[in-house]
Nanobody, 125 residues
Framework: VQLVESGGGLVQPGGSLRLSCVAS????????MYWYRQSPGTQRALVAS???????DYTDSVKGRFTISRDKTRHAVYLQMNNLKSEDTAVYSC????????????????????WGQGTQVTVSS
């Protein structure tokens, strides 16, 4: 099972990007999903989350600019980022509570936490 992010890149201040994170492998369902970011010299910080019930939450600095969404049929979570600022520059990665088979020989579902490698977002003129 992997979480693979895409959609990062270089964008000018005020621009937009849409990040995607797709869970691949023997995934039965996605539960809570999270977007984190980390810039050089700082700790990894939670940016946005969406619960299994669909409730969303954001760190204050991105409220009104970022939107987290998901597509359970695609085992995917997205982060729409608008009005980007230079301080949004970071490596963005997703974490997920995924429902997966317990093992190769035990198909019973259980929830396991996974994380991706990240995608670089650079906001600069």
């Amino acid at each position: 099972v992997q979480l693979v992010e895409s959609g990062g890149g270089l964008v000018q201040p005020g621009g937009s990007l849409r990040l995607s994170c797709v869970a691949s492998g023997p995934v039965i369902d996605i539960s809570g999903m999270y977007w984190y970011r980390q810039s050089p010299g700082t700790q990894r910080a939670l940016v946005a989350s969406i619960s299994n019930a669909g409730f969303t939450d954001y760190t204050d600095s991105v409220k009104g600019r970022f939107t987290i969404s998901r597509d359970k049929t695609r085992h995917a979570v997205y982060l729409q980022m608008n009005n980007l600022k230079s301080e949004d520059t970071a490596v963005y990665s997703c974490d997920g509570d995924l429902v997966v088979p317990r093992s190769d020989t035990d198909p019973h579902p259980h929830v396991q936490h996974f994380w991706g490698q990240g995608t670089q977002v650079t906001v600069s003129s």
